[in-house]
T-cell receptor
Framework: DAGVTQSPTHLIKTRGQQVTLRCSPI?????VSWYQQVLGQGPQFIFQ???????GRGNFPDRFSARQFPNYSSELNVNALLLGDSALYLC???????????????FGQGTRLTVV | KQEVTQIPAALSVPEGENLVLNCSFT??????LQWFRQDPGKGLTSLLL?????REQTSGRLNASLDKSSGRSTLYIAASQPGDSATYLC?????????????FGSGTRLLVRP
């Protein structure tokens, strides 16, 4: 079975540009979360989506937005890129919330975004 | 506000040693705790998930324990190998958080020397 897939794997953008990152969850998983990881730190929560609705948002500016599609895949959009947005962006999927085992998160390989 | 701390930040050991990585969290109201492995520039690989009602979980040479009341978890790696070299992250999921988000520590960078 395919794991969580993210695209692209690497991306270089210029300050002020916009970027879209994509994530396909594990088959059968309906929850997708996005995390940002800067070098030397643990991942920081950005968004969580379940059944196409936003269920949580971390402490990130409105330049960050996301959505989930009917097939449970997801996109993360970042507008007006800043140098500080350079990071590894990780997508995680999990089963339907509600049972303890459903909370195990499985991560993709990430998208390395460099803003120059 | 939940905070997760991992000690030590870095660890270098010779091959074959048994080792312990530590994780502490400030709020004991958690659903579960998850240990991950991360190779340089790569995503996270789930190693072990411990539910709040459990005391430990084992997978191969890995054993993770959870003491929720004291806000501590340890990851025990037996007979370490060079292939175990990576960053190990622990993360907790809080009961009071409807987003079910994971809160991570900064990780322990492990180097196992041949």
């Amino acid at each position: 079975d395919a794991g969580v897939t993210q695209s692209p794997t690497h991306l270089i953008k210029t300050r002020g540009q916009q970027v879209t990152l994509r994530c396909s969850p594990i088959s059968g998983h309906k929850s997708v979360s996005w995390y940002q990881q800067v070098l030397g730190q643990g991942p920081q929560f950005i968004f969580q989506y379940y059944e196409k609705e936003e269920r949580g948002r971390g402490n990130f500016p409105d330049r960050f937005s996301a959505r989930q599609f009917p097939n449970y895949s997801s996109e993360l959009n970042v507008n007006a890129l800043l140098l500080g947005d350079s990071a590894l962006y990780l997508c995680a999927s999990s089963l339907t919330p509600g049972t303890p085992d459903a909370f195990e998160a499985f991560f993709g390989q990430g998208t390395r975004l460099t803003v120059v | 506000k939940q905070e997760v701390t991992q000690i030590p930040a870095a660890l270098s050991v010779p091959e074959g040693e048994n080792l312990v990585l530590n994780c502490s969290f400030t709020d004991s109201a958690i659903y579960n705790l998850q240990w991950f492995r991360q190779d340089p520039g790569k995503g996270l690989t789930s190693l072990l998930l411990i539910q709040s009602s459990q005391r430990e979980q084992t997978s191969g040479r890995l054993n993770a324990s959870l003491d929720k009341s004291s806000g501590r978890s340890t990851l025990y790696i037996a007979a370490s190998q060079p292939g175990d070299s990576a960053t190990y992250l622990c993360a907790v999921r809080g009961v009071m958080d409807s987003s079910y988000k994971l809160i991570f520590g900064s990780g322990t960078r492990l180097l196992v020397r041949p």
